[in-house]
């Protein structure tokens, strides 16, 4: 729940754009220009909980299974052709797997920074839209300063390590593809899929 917490916001708006843009079927209520239709509540409903397994689906099952480290060396491994046209794959998987590893950190930074603000008098959750977002410019400026300077102190120490990219990286332990991998991945296509088709069908009625 604390996952869907950030993204609420953008949960409702999803919901209620589709809730109102979309004049299919009967009408439940109207008013005015305001029409909302079994169709268009079918939609909202089916695109939030899209969302919502979505974010379940990234934020736990991925992070309680595998680690920000094996994630980059499986896209490293999966971009591997793209070498062939100059590609810096592990340019680009080093940038993902720092990315994964800076969430908690910047959740946490959020977090003292929120509690901080909220001790000097600022509110999130009273006022109009207007006064909240006065409110989240006090968290997210010093946590702008806050995520350059780690990104500044992490790339003197990139640095001073001489590090080079891919050139003469070696692992611990190379991940190796495995009929049980091969397994999960054409179950995982399939439920991917599921979403789709059933939002193909629906606008085939």
């Known amino acids: 729940l604390k996952s869907l917490k950030p993204i609420l916001f953008i949960m409702i708006f999803i919901f209620v754009i589709n809730l109102l843009t979309i004049r299919s079927g009967d009408t439940l209520w109207s008013w005015w220009i305001i029409k909302i239709t079994t169709g268009g509540l079918k939609k909202a409903i089916f695109m939030a909980v899209r969302l919502i397994f979505l974010i379940v689906a990234t934020s736990i099952l991925l992070s309680l299974t595998t680690t920000p480290l094996k994630l980059a060396d499986a896209m490293e491994s999966l971009g591997s052709p793209l070498k062939v046209i100059k590609v810096p794959v592990s340019e680009i998987s080093m940038t993902i797997s720092i990315a994964l590893r800076f969430i908690p950190t ?74 049980s991998d091969v397994l999960w991945t054409l179950i995982l296509v399939v439920v991917a899929f599921i979403p789709l088709a059933v939002d193909l069908l629906q606008n085939l009625k």
Do not use: W
Not at 141 to 161: I, N, Q
């Open 106 to 179: 910047l959740v946490e930074e959020t977090d003292k920074i929120m509690k901080a603000q909220s001790s000097r008098g600022a509110e999130y959750d009273t006022g109009n839209i207007f006064q909240r977002a006065k409110g989240y410019v006090a968290v997210l400026v010093p946590l702008f300063v806050s995520a350059f300077k780690r990104a500044e102190e992490l790339a003197v120490a990139m640095d001073a390590r001489c590090y080079q990219g891919g050139k003469g990286k070696t692992k611990l332990h190379p991940l190796r593809l495995k009929g």
